[in-house]
């Protein structure tokens, strides 16, 4: 019974845990690691997620279990900065020519690294507004602050992701 | 008198603006200011593309391997007598302080296997047995087939040591197989790397 639960609901979540993760940390195999973790976390406290608030919940333990994975990785002392990973697979591929699926490519890893420069909680935010459509009352339970912060932030953290895509274009 | 509203009074304001949620007088300055400043104006242009641009990222599908090796770890757990408490949750990281991932079939499950049965074998063949017992001794082909058994079984060990780091391969060849190895005349440096 437990277990037939815990596969819906991980029938139903697993994209955007694994979505979420991996626009956050920018890294596919990370991503997939969080993912992991979360939905094993999810199986420990089937008994008590209600399946109603399974989504906010597993939201608030992503964000918290890619906080934590991003803390050990700047811990951790690297030799030399890794670069992010190519796109991970689309849920659904439409045809393009093979010049726009560049263009769109090389757009959306620009969009990608800002958003990896972007500080918390201002990340977890536009991910979920933009990336994920979770409404602002959804951010505020979520993320247990009150609406007109995740307004605020949510502005904020836009406005610090256009000016890390126009640093980005000076540079280049 | 109220103050002039300033470029900056605008860039309070856009986000807001982009989003349909100004107040009715907010979106009116919003509106006049990047009509008369180019600057702003280009400021809105930006604010609207990147939310387009962000919500045309796609999402994303999650790999099935990680969903079969949680569903096959829950399955385990529940013939175990149900979900582990939570306080053993946290799975060490290979590089500290994250996670390690599952596989659907666990690394060195194979691994462990085919030590399990070189030793099984080994054990089989070396121990002594009491006198009273009628079990016909081996015959030349049978050793040298249980022979080459286990050499099978130490170069799949090393194969998926290697895979692992190899630290392990070599703590359990060293520490498990390495007795049956030398009863077999395999020479200790001939470890299946």
């Not at chain 1, 796109?87 to 726009?100: I, K, L, N």
């Not at chain 2, 242009?45 to 962000?54: C, K």
């Not at chain 2, 070189?118 to 009628?134: D, Q």
């Not at chain 2, 249980?146 to 290697?162: P, S």
Request: aromatic share 6%; charged share 25%.
């Amino acid at each position: 019974m437990m277990l037939h639960r815990f596969r819906d609901l991980v029938e139903e979540h697993q994209h955007r845990v694994f979505t979420f993760a991996y626009y956050y940390l920018g890294r596919r195999e990370e991503a997939e690691d969080v993912t992991q973790e979360v939905l094993l976390r999810l199986w420990r406290h089937i008994e008590s997620v209600e399946p109603d608030s399974a989504g906010a919940w597993l939201a608030r333990v992503t964000r918290n279990a890619c906080y934590d994975l991003l803390r050990s990785r700047r811990s951790r002392k690297r030799l030399f900065r890794q670069g992010l990973d190519g796109p991970a697979e689309r849920v659904a591929d439409g045809a393009a020519d093979t010049e726009a699926v560049a263009r769109g490519q090389e757009a959306r890893q620009q969009i990608e690294r800002a958003l990896a420069e972007v500080a918390e909680p201002y990340r977890t935010i536009v991910i979920l507004r933009e990336l994920q459509g979770y409404k602002y009352q959804e951010i505020s339970d979520t993320m247990e602050m009150p609406l007109n912060t995740v307004k605020t932030y949510l502005h904020r953290g836009r406005r610090m992701l256009r000016e890390q895509l126009t640093e980005a274009e000076s540079y280049a | 008198m109220p103050e002039p509203r300033t470029c900056s009074q605008f860039q309070e304001l856009v986000e807001s603006f982009v989003d349909g949620e100004s107040a009715a007088a907010e979106a009116d300055f919003v509106r006049a200011h990047a009509a008369a400043c180019a600057t702003c104006r280009e400021e809105l242009v930006r604010a609207r593309e990147l939310v387009r641009e962000l919500r045309r990222l796609p999402p994303l599908s999650c790999p099935p391997r990680v969903t079969a090796a949680v569903l096959a770890r829950a399955a385990a757990e529940v013939g175990e007598g149900g979900p582990a408490p939570a306080a053993a949750r946290r799975i060490p990281h290979r590089f500290g302080g994250g996670w390690r991932r599952l596989s659907a079939a666990p690394a060195w499950g194979p691994a462990l296997a085919a030590a399990a049965a070189a030793a099984f074998l080994s054990a089989a063949l070396l121990i002594p047995r009491p006198a009273t017992s009628p079990t016909p001794a081996m015959t030349a082909a049978e050793l040298a087939e249980a022979q080459q058994e286990i050499k099978l079984a130490f170069a799949y060990i090393g194969r998926v040591g290697r895979q692992a780091g190899g630290r392990v391969a070599d703590e359990m060849v060293d520490q498990v197989l390495a007795p049956t190895r030398q009863a077999f005349g395999l020479p200790p440096e001939g470890r299946a790397r």
